[in-house]
């Protein structure tokens, strides 16, 4: 289906393109979507909360069990889909699911499921699940194929709620809402361990990272876009704001496609 643009891409940090068209058969909210084996998986919550389509304009519901399926990546061959309680399901095509042995939750830590990213260094790709426990603390499991041996990595992270996380010359970088000290984001050199800091003078919190081109660039809820041309940006004074054209609306995801948008 296609409809009127209803959104803009920011490209080069500051400058806007083309356009976007609606696709009415994603209902519900859409929590997270996933390429790979030639199909898109989308992931949400009702009415329709798993779908896949080979071209990502005709989506196809699946018939799954009726949960908050809050994010889905694709990695080591596979589709990966976590639930808000850390139930995990994985497929090889997005169609035919199977049950696969949840990150966290043998060790009774239901706090809500917050993201699932396959990343890392060329040939140590691992699935890192980002949630928590009913005190309030955070914490990453990693497993190198999303159906097994998950593993706990950093116990006790400052609650800062984590939206996104991703990786390049060798840092990991996780962001997500204030926490204590204001920090919203996090990195890691070895993705285990990790050391919380805050980007810009920033009170809403901070939704997306994606780097590119030289260029980290992190989008935030209330209209702001920072960037850092650092190899490592692992202080608040390597982040610049962003000048861009006044747009409605929230920033909160940004990703980098090879071309530079």
Same mark, same amino acid.
């Given at each position: #289906?296609? &409809?009127?643009?209803? *959104? #803009?891409?920011?490209?080069?940090?500051?400058?806007?393109?083309?356009?976007?068209?609606?696709?009415?058969?994603?209902?519900?909210?859409?929590?997270?979507?996933? !390429?790979?084996?030639?199909?898109?998986? #989308?992931?949400?919550?009702?009415?329709?909360?798993?779908?896949?389509?080979? +071209?990502?304009?005709?989506?196809?519901?699946?018939?799954?069990?009726?949960?908050?399926?809050?994010?889905?990546?694709?990695?080591?061959?596979?589709?990966?889909?976590?639930? +808000?309680?850390?139930?995990?399901? !994985? #497929?090889?095509?997005?169609?035919?699911?199977?049950?696969?042995?949840?990150?966290? @939750?043998?060790?009774?830590?239901?706090?809500?499921?917050?993201?699932? @990213?396959?990343?890392?260094?060329?040939?140590?790709?691992?699935?890192?699940?980002?949630? /928590?426990?009913?005190?309030?603390?955070?914490?990453?499991? *990693?497993?190198?194929?999303?159906?097994?041996?998950?593993?706990?990595?950093?116990?006790?992270?400052?609650?800062? *709620?984590? !939206? +996104?996380?991703?990786?390049?010359? /060798?840092? =990991?970088?996780?962001?997500?809402?204030? &926490?204590?000290?204001?920090?919203?984001?996090?990195?890691?050199?070895?993705?285990?361990?990790?050391?919380? =800091? @805050?980007?810009?003078?920033?009170?809403?919190?901070?939704?997306?990272?994606?780097?590119?081109?030289?260029?980290?660039?992190?989008?935030?809820?209330?209209?702001?876009?920072?960037?850092?041309?650092?190899?490592?940006?692992?202080?608040?004074?390597?982040?610049?704001?962003?000048?861009?054209?006044?747009?409605?609306?929230?920033?909160?995801?940004? @990703?980098?496609?090879?071309?530079?948008?």
């Amino acid at each position: #289906s296609s &409809g009127t643009p209803e *959104t #803009s891409a920011i490209t080069n940090v500051a400058t806007v393109v083309g356009g976007w068209n609606g696709f009415t058969q994603l209902v519900g909210e859409a929590n997270g979507i996933a !390429y790979g084996n030639g199909m898109y998986v #989308s992931a949400g919550n009702s009415p329709r909360q798993l779908m896949y389509s080979p +071209d990502a304009v005709s989506w196809t519901t699946v018939d799954i069990a009726t949960k908050t399926w809050v994010d889905v990546a694709f990695g080591d061959g596979k589709f990966v889909l976590v639930a +808000d309680n850390h139930e995990t399901l !994985y #497929s090889s095509n997005g169609i035919d699911w199977i049950e696969g042995s949840a990150g966290g @939750r043998e060790n009774n830590y239901e706090h809500p499921t917050q993201f699932i @990213r396959y990343l890392g260094p060329v040939g140590s790709e691992k699935f890192y699940l980002f949630g /928590g426990n009913t005190a309030g603390n955070k914490y990453f499991w *990693t497993s190198t194929d999303g159906v097994t041996g998950w593993t706990q990595q950093q116990p006790g992270l400052p609650p800062t *709620t984590g !939206y +996104d996380m991703t990786y390049a010359n /060798g840092l =990991y970088l996780v962001v997500g809402k204030l &926490g204590p000290g204001n920090a919203n984001t996090m990195y890691s050199t070895d993705g285990v361990n990790f050391v919380s =800091y @805050r980007i810009g003078q920033l009170t809403q919190g901070n939704y997306g990272i994606a780097y590119g081109n030289g260029v980290w660039v992190a989008s935030v809820g209330e209209e702001q876009l920072w960037y850092s041309t650092k190899y490592n940006p692992t202080l608040a004074e390597h982040w610049t704001q962003a000048t861009y054209p006044n747009l409605a609306g929230n920033f909160y995801q940004v @990703r980098y496609d090879g071309i530079g948008t």
